[in-house]
């Protein structure tokens, strides 16, 4: 048998190559590579895939954060609530518009911004929440937006990991201002290289992210803001129309996997993930928590089963975040998960021969 792997795009592609590859190549020979009518197309079904007024597409996740938090005029001097729990991106933009971020710690059993502790690190500068509905287990969106409108501030939601997701079948994304994915390759819709996407049922604020991704300006040769080059090209755009038609049936796998992972992974030492009746967690990560990890993982490697480990530190342990933040928070939870935590391969292709093999591993250990 082949070795296992974390994550194995090429068996996705190999069921979509024939349809792929006639329609890249449809592309290629109209002569029109960015934004044109595969473009178009994908915003409108998309739109409509989520329930969302307006999707606007662009070049990565990372700009999606960056291109919304200037959408609402975050910068200097603003402080944005977020997680520390994430992926270095979602800091890294609220550093790069020059805002502040305020770390709240996290809640052990989803991950997740911890609701409860929301409402302490509000300030007068507080501008955003900016949520991530971490390996696609929605954060209380519902409730994070009640203390938004409380306190008229904005709300962010990095659902980068969380395509399909919802709460109550509301889709992750809808519940704040605007909501921010990534089409990276390896996330449950992704595409073959780098792509992103604004959602908002406010007209204005996507008008201004439209412009905000094609260099401040929608008609030709008018630049009403300074933006940035961050299009979506149409080759992605073909390929992100072929994958949304059947990313339900990927997300389902995924649960279909995180379940059998949840009914047969019996060990006392390992601790899996929870779910929530009201919350569709479409498991982009399925993320364990062990006490003593370098021998757990140790032993994975020997019995070959790859690992990830999503994340390390607490964000605001990383180098650059250091430097610029002034104070840095001590947040226990968030702290003791990023020592404990392993992510184990989680991708729809995985078979049922793997998976066996993983759970088994896993209860010897
Ligand atoms: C992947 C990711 C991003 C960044 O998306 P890119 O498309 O890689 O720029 C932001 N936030 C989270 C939580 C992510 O997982």
């Known amino acids: 048998m082949k070795k296992i792997k974390l994550f194995d795009l090429s068996r996705q592609y190999s069921r979509l190559k024939p349809t792929l590859e006639s329609k890249i190549s449809r592309v290629l020979a109209t002569g029109q590579y960015i934004m044109g009518k595969n473009v178009i197309a994908f915003e409108k079904n998309v739109s409509k895939y989520l329930s969302t007024k307006n999707a606007v597409t662009c070049n990565s996740g990372t700009d999606a954060l960056i291109m919304a938090l200037r959408s609402l005029d975050i910068g200097q001097g603003d402080e944005i609530i977020t997680t520390p729990f994430t992926y270095f991106s979602t800091i890294e933009t609220i550093l790069l518009v020059g805002a502040e971020p305020v770390f709240v710690d996290i809640d052990p ?41 409380k306190y008229k501030i904005k709300m962010i939601e990095d659902c980068a990991q969380s395509f399909g997701a919802s709460i109550d079948k509301k889709q ?32 204005q604020l996507a008008n201004k992210a ?43 796998d995924r649960i279909k996997i995180a379940r059998e992972y949840h009914q047969s992974i019996n060990n006392d030492k390992v601790v899996t993930p929870s779910n929530f009746n009201n919350v569709n967690h479409i498991y982009h990560q399925y993320t364990l928590i062990v006490d003593n990890r370098v021998k757990f993982t140790d032993y994975l490697s020997k019995s070959n089963i790859p690992f990830g ?8 342990m990383q180098p650059a975040v250091k430097k610029r933040m002034g104070g ?14 392993v992510s184990i391969p989680m991708f729809p292709e995985l078979t049922k021969k793997e998976i066996n093999i993983i759970i088994s591993v896993i209860n010897d250990y």
């Open 109 to 149: 059993k989803t991950f997740n911004i911890d609701t409860a502790k929301i409402e302490q690190k509000i300030t007068k500068k507080t501008k955003a929440i900016l949520g991530v509905h971490i390996f696609g287990h929605p954060y209380e969106a519902k409730e994070v937006k009640k203390i938004c409108k």
């Open 172 to 203: 992750t994304g809808t519940f704040g201002d605007i909501g921010c994915f990534s089409f990276f390759p390896t996330k449950n819709l992704g595409c073959a290289g780098d792509g992103g996407m604004m959602i908002t049922d406010n007209s």
């Open 210 to 252: 439209r412009m905000l991704r094609n260099h401040g300006g929608i008609q030709r040769n008018v630049h009403n803001l300074i933006g940035y080059n961050s299009r979506l090209d149409e080759i992605q755009a073909v390929i992100l129309l072929e994958k949304l038609k059947l990313v339900t049936k990927l997300n389902k």
């Open 309 to 316: 480990i999503y994340y390390p530190k607490p964000a605001y």
């Open 328 to 341: 840095l928070p001590k947040l226990k939870v968030t702290e003791e998960i990023c020592k404990k935590c």
